[in-house]
């Protein structure tokens, strides 16, 4: 993409438009893509590797520049660099229809992986391939994009939800290996089993010296419950270790 500003004909390549309405009046500034959101983050702070120009447009497009009486009545000053950081700030970052259509691309293809990773089929006792739950989540016609700006974790966990109404998934458990001090591991595990249900799986329990260990199979949901347990019950005296992020179910 190349625009020519009307005035002195500089040149702006790779543009990414931020642009803000303010005072009933359009305001955009010409960026470099993928700085953008370096600098909201905070990872990138030096602003004229994020800015183009300091020049602030009515519109980027067509070279046209924002009048100064606009800048003074929306802004209450004509300090290009400080209305620059507000419109960076507050504005809205412009793409393409392409690029759009290719950041939904690629947030729905991060979703159903997530979920593939996350899920199992509870009948079969296996995984689902991330093709099977973009299908899935194409029947569900659900949306990727949306208006919620959550992170692509929370949304996956969100379209789990809409997909155990349409298939058979559930969270896959993870493994744990759970070290507590031998006078206080019965009553931790039979609080465990009574409080947690089929979302607390026993795989195997011994002792080592003075300490039981446990090896369990536990639903994501339960783990900082778990984990909370082991340091309060034990006063620091107890561990627990992820021994794998996910796993099938235990065969009945």
Known sequence: MSIFTPI???????????????????FEIACYKNKVMSWRSGAEKDLDEVLQTTKIFGNVSKGVLAKNSDLQGAFKTDDEIEICKKIL????LQVSEKERLAQKDDAFKEIATIIATKCINPDTKKPYTVSMIEKALH?????????????SKKRALQAISELKEHIPLVRARMNLK??????????IREKWKKDFGDDFVLDNETFMGQNMV???QVDPGVYRLIDADVSESTRGKGSIEICQIASTLTEE
Not at 10 to 20: E, F, I, P, S, W
Not at 139 to 146: P, R, T, V, W
């Open 8 to 26: 002195n004909q500089v040149k702006l390549t790779n543009v990414a438009v931020v642009r803000l309405r303010k005072g009933g009046k359009r």
């Open 89 to 92: 700030e507050k504005g809205e």
């Open 139 to 151: 029947d569900i016609h659900y949306n990727a994009s949306g208006a919620d700006k959550s992170s």
């Open 178 to 187: 759970i070290t507590l001090p031998g006078s206080e591991g019965k009553k």
């Open 214 to 216: 446990l090896i369990c």
